[in-house]
């Protein structure tokens, strides 16, 4: 009786320690994934911080170029009062120009910042995950440790006799 109750322990621990292996290789592959996603979100910030500093020196240029045409706008207008009228009209389609472009630039840094929230979340969670993980390698590298130590000691034990 004693024996069968032994082989259902060995089993039942066998059991279980083929269910903890299945546990880690569907962790493992979670971990893989979220890798990846992770991943995906980097280069899709990284697209946009490039998207960003193109528009921003494209603006630029553009407002010197506005500045310019100004410039040149007055000297003529000086020149010949007949132009004024056009002038004006040029002066406010800049400043809607400029009012676009800035809310343009408002509307990108706030999905900027936005983003920014969610990746500083994303990287807490690996963070946990990450330690969670090498916690768990930790221990198990203390018990095979601890089983090879033992198992070294019954030997020597089984050939002092």
């Known amino acids: ?16 320690a083929i269910a903890f292996f299945i546990l880690v290789i569907y962790l493992t592959r979670t971990l893989k994934s979220l890798q990846g996603t992770l ?6 910030l990284s697209g946009l911080e490039q998207q960003l ?11 010197h170029k506005t500045n310019e045409l100004a410039s040149d706008v007055q000297k003529k207008a000086e020149d010949l009062n007949s132009v004024v009228d056009a002038v004006k009209d040029v002066g406010e389609s800049v400043r809607k120009f400029s009012g676009s472009i800035q809310s343009i630039t408002n509307s990108m840094t706030h ?9 500083a979340q994303v990287i807490q969670w690996s963070n946990i995950i990450l330690e969670l993980k090498d916690k768990w390698q930790d221990r198990k590298q203390k018990k095979n440790t601890e ?5 070294g000691y019954d030997f020597k034990k089984e050939r002092a006799r």
């Open 111 to 119: 999905q900027v910042e936005e983003n920014k929230d969610k990746m």
């Open 147 to 151: 089983r090879s130590l033992e198992e």
């Open 39 to 44: 991943n995906s979100v980097s280069k899709t």
């Open 1 to 16: 009786m004693s024996v069968v109750l032994s082989i259902i322990l060995y089993l039942s621990v066998a059991l279980i």
């Open 53 to 63: 500093d193109g528009v921003t020196k494209e603006t630029t240029i553009l407002l």
